[in-house]
Every structure is written in structure tokens, then in C-alpha cells.
């Protein structure tokens, strides 16, 4: 494969090392100490490259690799040449992203785009916000009094993080992202343009128009959650809006005020969760749902992309539609449909 | 409640300044110079705290609540405790919310991030731009020639605001904003990472490709209207896109060139409304409703979430669904669906 | 029509020159020397302006216009007033806009907003960053080391361009945008706060939560794509994400990793395009339309608003729905489903 040109391996790792790491078991003759140094797909693989199979769409092209050394089940090794080194493994992609992992750190969190170190001349940080060691802040970041930042944590550029915001170690936020009324765990990945913390959608009904209700809460960020580019996160009015532990939010989703989301959660893009929704741990969103206000969506729970939610899902439901109604009830009906369409011809 | 760390009170109310301010009639026993500093949930709160009940669902945690103050309905007001200074009103949360504008007053609208007044040293203001005193700018906004801005408004860090816009008095520009080709009025709030002004979607069929359609119109921005974060407005074609007084606007909402708002709508999160809608006064969209282009939605209209409106709507209608119909034909209609479904099985 | 405050025509064209232009023939009595300097819609026009009439329902407009000339087709022709140079044409908007782009040149695509050529002062440009002569790079950009801008290029205030990005000749990257990972062809226009290259979502299951699959791909956006505000356009895991020559793509719409899209496709606001998804050329998507994971949609399909393409689209297909179907079939269930809901009463 032609040489990324944005990302460098780490480093170089032997067949044998990847068999260490991922406990393959190696096809008869695989040379252990013969050299990786990227990963490709199997129609662009070269020696130096590492390749996986796990699905038989694929077969085809594993039999016409060129590819260094390959990860796949039992059911597919006999396919691929001789001089591929082949790997045995359970979950071909799981021990291909492992090599990933390590061949490619740099890819794990956005860094500086300056590839700098330290804080750029060209940032704008408050005399009163607490920067600790170790911290990168690009050019034109703004960082407001009393704003504390943890080590190892990297700053975008253009980047404004507003006062009192505390954000933890090892994240990184994006390049034009906003943090209001917020605080930031651990090892969190904030993309490019997200706005964290600004007011919640609230008015009431007053005789000369709405009425603003003032929005005193905050959004509570927790360890290794992700969120993608341009997501917005509004704050809580009186009480806070939540991110649980490793919740995974992708990009252009709207997350409402004193919305709760458990642990390990995946949020697909451009959802929208109104006020008050709460998502247990567990629960996975496909691309473009909408929840309704106040709706509890239980323990691993899956809704179906584009469904709209307008009541509570029990826990490990799985639900799609609009309005939604559980995966077995929504086929059930519409494959009726189709029938009486087709009986009424 | 422990103290807010992004909002301090402006100042201490009594009781009896509550009961002043809200029109409140005082359960017998009340202490109208007890002294409330800040508002809580029922469950948080402590004896400096204001809460309210206006749902029975929360009827229990009134009866166990600490607050120093409480309003609610005549319904609810035994329920409370003895050392509850309650005060009874119509609509409770109402009288809540005056209070909470009262004691906070610095969150009825974005601040300077920096807790600055005037220009930033690390703004970039053109020489010909007209800045009027009692303007705040934060660091890294950038304003362009003849851009025109009135007292008392904010301008958000690293925001962009293009030559020639006009912005009245007493605005917050959110951080990362971009406003081009616009005139705003007074009193207008603009959050975070907004879009207003580029070319709206205008293409036309050629040989070679589309051809872009010049776009020579603006938008124009009312008083008092709302944007919420990382919302897009795009400037008319020949005339111009208008959002009218008063006009509420959630987050990540999509509003296309000439679209026409009127007076106090209310759009709700993720909305797309296409080239040449109307919204006359007073209608409501929910969250990820579309709306064809040029399709009129007549005075007082609600539009439920997620609908798609392919025809005008009537002055006063309910409508939702795909495409959208009256809220009564919608029901009728899903509930016919389900009986058959539960018939046939 | 009162003066456009944004924009000032470039030049004045005779009733003559606009006959050259287009190709009309005029009618009996038109002055080929009157002078034409703007467009207007017919109630807005003054003697100075161009005005145009394609659909009937505006007919009474053209009756009382005060246009100085109007481009439409032969039917309509003897409407106008006598005072008005009218051109018939075949097709009277595409006319009018070959004449608007004359005009107004200066609209084809966002100029620096500090009316600036060269290198703002308080623009950031990493010292390894390769700008061609005739770059302009407004106030508060940060160009990143071994990046390349070609010329006529405009990087918009506060724009991000990361390491070793290319862009081409002849773009416009909107201010607030922050491209990463990506080669940016010429002719290219990016509106404000687009967010193209970031990491793709990809996430596998692991016994501690989500684990982060490396994103090693990159953007290829293709010549004279023009990108809206606030779209999100993920990198390729291992392979790329394309978007190919003359495409257009509209406000807040998300694009995920190794989405591939053929050539001149319009794509409108709020789009969803799953990881893997490819666009064969010409196609068309609605707004708000969200397809899953890996479709493919064929060369010419045209998909309606909202729909969810859940299967692949064959070529020329005209497909529209949740899920979605050939439309012709989805708007016989809706009759079929309505004409039962009637008998039923």
C-alpha cells in the first residue's frame, strides 16, 4: 500500500509479535519473523501489509492478495495464498484492530494539528485559568478565568472554553469546539465544532411573547466518552445533563436539557433527545431518532434508525418506527400491509 | 443546595419580596422575612432554597422536601411541611421562573466568556467597522469592515462577523458564530457555532454540471429572537430570508433561503424548513419536522415531531405525521391500522 | 429596487449585451441601448432592473411591473407593460441567471470578509505550511505545517487546515471551518463551520466498553464540490471518503467514514449517509433522508425527503418512504391505506 500520508506507524511488528498479541495460531509455514508496518484492504495490500477476512463476500479477494500476513477464522484460511501469513483467530477484526492499535497510537485521540507542545503564542488564556503541566493549547484557543485543564489534555485550535469549566486528563477537543457551564472527565474525545453547555430550549408563555427561563444547571461529562463534530449539548436548567462513562455520541446529534445518559451508550448521528430523556446504560441509538420529553429508554435497549420514540422502551427492547413500537410488532404490520396491498390488486 | 458554580445570585430575596413580585397569597404561619438566595429541585433543596409543585406525580417529595420556600396551587399546599414557607398561585411554575430571573439575572443571557467589558486586545476589529460604545468583544472574534454594533451587545470568542452587518442593541453573539449578509435587531440571542448568511442551496441544470444561482439577498433577524447552537440560516436569493419578533429557535435547525418567520414561533431541535416556507405568527414545530419548499403553515399551527409537510397548513391545524395530516386523522388512522393488525392474527 | 447594501454589480449591461447573452429574441419596440445594473422580482423592480416570469401564478406581477426588462417565454409576452424591454427566451430563470452571474460575479463564491488579498496579520501559518502566491487568508485562520493552499484561494477568518492537508486553486473555505485528513480539489467551496476529515465512528465491543478503531483514511473532495454550513464529513477507517466532481451538498448533513459519492449529486440539508454508503453519479436525495450502512443508490435515483433507504436503490430509481420503496408503490399503499380508513367509517 502507498505510504499514509497522514498517519505513520509507531513502530515496525513481526508476525510473531502480532501472533503474541492477538493469541493467533499460525497457518503451517507462516514466517514469524517476517515484518508489518501498515494495515490495507486485501485488494491493496502489499508484503509489508497486514489484512483480515472475517466475511465470505469477501473470499475473493483473499484468494488474489498480496498481503504480508492476514487475520481470519478457520473456515477461510485454505483460501489465501501461500505466501500470505496466515493467523487463525475467533474475531478476525477485533485482533485487526489490536494491531491497529498499536501500530498507529497517534490515530487513537486527535492531537495538536500544530504537532506542537506547550501553548501556542497564538492562544488567548486568561490570567485565572489553571493549566496544568503538560497541557497543549493550539493557536487561537481561548481559555476563560478560572478554567482548569488537566495534563496531557490537548486544546484545538480556535477552541473557547468558557470560566469555571473543568476539563479532565488525556482528552482532547477539537478544533473549533465550544465548552460552556461544563465539566470534562477523563480521556474524553470532544470533535471538531461540538458547543457543550449552552442554554436549554425554555420559555413559557408570557402576553407579550416567551419568556426565557434561566438555565442554572450544567453538562457533567464523564471518563472516555466521545463526542462527535458539531453535536450540541445543552445544560440543565436546574438540575445537570449527563454523559455516563464511555457513552460513544457521534456527530450532529442534539442533546437536550437535563437529558441522563448511562454508561456505554452509542448515540448514531443527527439523533435528537429532547428534555428530560433518560438513556440507562447499554442503549444503542441508530442515525436520526428522535425522542420525545421526559421518555425513559430502558437497560440496552436498541432503537431501529429514524424511529420516533414517544414512550418508554423497556429495558433490552428493541423498537422502531414512528411512532416506535417493538422490531417484531413494526414487521409484523407492515409486512400485512404489503399483503393487502397485494391481495387488493 | 450546594452552591451553583457557574451562577451566583445577584441578590437576597425575602419571602415577602417573593410574595410581592408573584402575587402569592401566604399559607398561615409563613415567615415573610425568611430569606431566600437561590431556587432547587424539591429533593435538593435546604432552607435558603425556593422550589415549586405544580404535577402531583412529585406530590411526595414535597412532603419530605427542606426547601425555605415553596410555591404551588391551593391543591398541593398541605401537603408541604410545617417549616415550609409555602405560597400559593395559579401557575407555580410561572411564579418560579420570575423568581429565578430575579435572583439570576446574568443567565437571561450569554455573557462574555472572559467576564470582559469592551474590546479584546486579541479581537481583530477592521478599521472600518462601527463599534459602539458599551460593545463587548472577546478574544479572537474577528469583524469586518463597516459591520455596524450596537451597546450593550456581546460578542462571543473567535466569532466572525462579516462586512456590512448590521447588529442592534444589547445581543449575545455566541462563541464561534458567523454572521454574514444580515441585519439583526435588538436584543437578539445568537449561540454558539451559528450559521447565518452564506448562499442558500440554488443550483440550476447545465451541461457541464450544476450551475450555482448568485445569491444577492439577506437574512434579516427581528427583535428578540432566539438561534439556538449550530443552527444554519441562509441568505435569499433576490429577497430575503426573515425570522420575525419574538421568534424562538432550538439547535441544529436548517432554515433555507427566503424562508419567512413570523412573530413568536417556536422551532424545536433539528427542523430543516426548504427555500420559500412561510411560518406565519405563532406556530410551533417540534423536534426533525421537514418542511417542502415553499409550503405555507398557517397562524397558530402546531406541527408535531418528525412530520414531514408536503401541503400548506390551515391557520390553527394540528398536523403530524409523513407526510403530514390533521392530528385527528393521523390517530384515527394508526389506530385502524393496529386493530387490523390485532384482527388478522 | 433600493441599492443591495452586500453586494454592488460589477458592471452595467445594455438590453443588447443581455440579447447576446442569452440568445433572446426581443419584443416589438425594445430599446437595446436601455441600461440594466441589478435583478429584482417583478413588484420590487425599477426601470434599472431585470426581472424574469416563468409560472403563471405570478402572471398579475408581470401585468403591473415596473421592471426596466423582463426575460420570460411566449405565452406570457404580451402581459407585460409597454414601458418593459421584454426578452422572450425558451427557459427564462436559466436566462436570468446567466445575466445575474455577469452582474454580480463577486457572488459565485465567498470572498474574504475582510476584503483582504494576502496573509491577515493575526492569521496563524505553521512555517512548514506551502502557500502559493495569491492565497488570501483572513484574520484568525491556522494553517498547519506541511499544508498547501493553492492560488486564488481564500481561507476563511478563523478556518483550521491541519498538517499536510491539500487544497486546490480557486476555493473558498468559509470562515470557522476545520478540514483535516483531506485533499481538497480546485474550485472547491466550503461553507462556515463545515467539519470535514475528523475520525469516522467506529467502535468494537470490548469486556471494558467500547474500543476506538483506528481511523487511518482520508476526504477526497473532487473539483467545483460545493459543501454547506455545519456538514460533517468523516475519514476513511482504512480506505477513503470521496466526494466526487461537481457534487453539491447542502447545510447539516453528515457524511461517515468511506461513504463514496459519484459525480454532480445534489444532496439537501440534514442528509445521513451511513459508513460505507456509496452515491452513484447524479443521484439526488431529499432532505433529511437517512440511508443505512453500505447501500449502494444508483446512477440518477432520486430519493424523496425524509425517506430511510434500508436496501439499495437500482439506477434511475425514484424511491421514497420508511422504509423506502419505488414511490410509485409507496404513493399506492398511502391510497389504498386511506381509501380503507374511509370505508371504514
Redesign the interface.
Known amino acids: 500500500m502507498s505510504e499514509?500520508?497522514?498517519?505513520r506507524p509507531a513502530q515496525r511488528m513481526t508476525v510473531g509479535e502480532i501472533v503474541t498479541l492477538t493469541g493467533a495460531v499460525s497457518r503451517d509455514g507462516v514466517r514469524l519473523d517476517h515484518v508489518i508496518t501498515n494495515?490495507?484492504?486485501l485488494d491493496?495490500a502489499d508484503a509489508s501489509d497486514l489484512v483480515f477476512l472475517a466475511d465470505g463476500k469477501y473470499a475473493d479477494l483473499l484468494r488474489s492478495t498480496r498481503a504480508g500476513a492476514c487475520l481470519t477464522t478457520a473456515r477461510f484460511e485454505s483460501l489465501a495464498p501461500k505466501s500470505v501469513n496466515v493467523l487463525r483467530v475467533p474475531n478476525p477484526?477485533?485482533a485487526f484492530?489490536a494491531v491497529?492499535?498499536k501500530l498507529?497510537p497517534g490515530?487513537?485521540?486527535?492531537t495538536s494539528?500544530?504537532?506542537a507542545t506547550g501553548i501556542?503564542e497564538?492562544a488567548?488564556i486568561?490570567p485565572a485559568a489553571r493549566i496544568e503541566h503538560g497541557v497543549t493549547i493550539?493557536?487561537?484557543a481561548?481559555i476563560?478565568?478560572r478554567a482548569a485543564i488537566g495534563t496531557g489534555t490537548v486544546i484545538?485550535?480556535?477552541a473557547?472554553i468558557?470560566?469555571?469549566v473543568q476539563i479532565g486528563r488525556d482528552c482532547s477537543i477539537?478544533?473549533?469546539a465550544?465548552i460552556?457551564?461544563a465539566l470534562i472527565g477523563d480521556g474524553v474525545i470532544v470533535?471538531?465544532?461540538c458547543?457543550i453547555g449552552?442554554?436549554g430550549?425554555r420559555?413559557?408563555p408570557g402576553r407579550?411573547?416567551?419568556?426565557?427561563?434561566?438555565?442554572?444547571g450544567?453538562v457533567i461529562v464523564k471518563d472516555?466518552v466521545?463526542i462527535?463534530?458539531?453535536t450540541?449539548i445543552?445544560r440543565g436548567g436546574?438540575?445537570d445533563t449527563v454523559m455516563g462513562?464511555?457513552t460513544?455520541i457521534?456527530?450532529?446529534v442534539?442533546i437536550?436539557h437535563h437529558v441522563s445518559i448511562g454508561?456505554?451508550c452509542?448515540i448514531?448521528?443527527?439523533c435528537?433527545l429532547?428534555g428530560g430523556v433518560v438513556l440507562e446504560d447499554n442503549v444503542m441509538l441508530g442515525?436520526?431518532v428522535?425522542i420525545?420529553d421526559h421518555i425513559r429508554v430502558g437497560e440496552g435497549a436498541m432503537i431501529g434508525?429514524?424511529s420516533?420514540v414517544m414512550s418508554d422502551v423497556p429495558a433490552g427492547g428493541k423498537w422502531v418506527g414512528?411512532?416506535a413500537v417493538p422490531r417484531r410488532?413494526y414487521f409484523?404490520?407492515?409486512v400485512?400491509?404489503?399483503k393487502?396491498?397485494k391481495d387488493?390488486k
Request: glycine share 16%; charged share 20%; net charge positive.
Open positions: 499514509r500520508p497522514f498517519f494495515i490495507a484492504p491493496w477484526h477485533g484492530v491497529a492499535r498507529f490515530a487513537l485521540r486527535p494539528l500544530f504537532e501556542a497564538a488567548t486568561h493550539d493557536p487561537g481561548v476563560g478565568p484545538g485550535a480556535t473557547v468558557g470560566p469555571d477539537g478544533p473549533g465550544t460552556v457551564h470533535h471538531a465544532g458547543r449552552q442554554d430550549f420559555f413559557q407579550d411573547g416567551h419568556i426565557k427561563v434561566p438555565q442554572l450544567r472516555n466521545e462527535g463534530a458539531g450540541t445543552d436546574i438540575t462513562v464511555g460513544k457521534d456527530n450532529l442534539q437536550g454508561r456505554n452509542i448514531v448521528a443527527q435528537g429532547s442515525g436520526q428522535g420525545a434508525g429514524q420516533g414512528y411512532p410488532e409484523r404490520s407492515l400485512a400491509q404489503r393487502r396491498l387488493s
